[in-house]
T-cell receptor, first 111, second 113 residues
């Protein structure tokens, strides 16, 4: 089976940097996804990591360590619109991309 | 706009009834997924279809069923509805079976009264 852990809630200040951690346990590894979801809206894709290391995409970066079962999402220059839930998701091995999502981290950005 | 279309956007129905939710995937996407999200809960994977065939199943109730048609649109059928079935139901699609991002529709908000 799989187990995904993320902090439930985080708060940060506009303009700051925040790191959202995700730890996972899986019997096999087939990549890790990060999605953003505003309340009541559809999740939107942020990143996909399959190799160790940091991938940067504008204000958002995602890091993966397969040996540690650990990933983080780094958000820089926070904006109010970044207030949302951030979902870490791991497809099970041979799982045909059925994304198993963590409960998500609800981020509140304050002025 | 993700390119994934779900209808209806909202649905209110009574307990014991049956409803059908519809999803049209992005053009060219062969894989369709259904997820359930109850209030303040995470996304729960229900089922996946690829090119018309069921490929993966989550904790989908026996009262729920789905199918993917030759034109690749999909329907999720929910029967003998209970109050606890009230949730947002999302459909997502991706081009391949695995290793590719999934694009989510805007969801159908089902309220069972």
């Amino acid at each position: 089976g799989q187990n995904i852990d993320q902090p439930t809630e985080m708060t940060a200040t506009e303009g700051a940097i925040v790191q959202i951690n995700c730890t996972y346990q899986t019997s096999g590894f087939n990549g890790l996804f990060w999605y953003q979801q505003h309340a009541g809206e559809a999740p939107t894709f942020l990143s996909y990591n399959v190799l160790d290391g940091l991938e940067e995409k504008g204000r958002f970066s995602s890091f993966l360590s397969r040996s540690k079962g650990y990933s983080y999402l780094l958000l820089k220059e926070l904006q109010m619109k970044d207030s949302a839930s951030y979902l870490c998701a791991v497809p099970p091995p041979g799982g045909y991309n059925k994304l198993i999502f963590g409960a998500g981290t609800r981020l509140a950005v304050h002025p | 706009d993700s390119g994934v279309t779900q209808t209806p956007k909202h649905l209110i129905t009574a307990t014991g009834q049956r409803v059908t939710l519809r999803c049209s995937p992005r053009s060219g996407d062969l894989s369709v997924y259904w997820y359930q999200q109850s209030l303040d809960q995470g996304l729960q994977f229900l089922i996946q279809y690829y090119n018309g065939e069921e490929r993966a199943k989550g904790n989908i109730l026996e009262r729920f069923s789905a199918q993917q048609f030759p034109d690749l649109h999909s329907e999720l059928n929910l029967s003998s509805l209970e109050l606890g079935d009230s949730a947002l139901y999302f459909c997502a699609s991706s081009v391949a079976l695995e290793g590719t991002e999934a694009f989510f529709g805007q969801g159908t908000r089902l309220t069972v009264v």
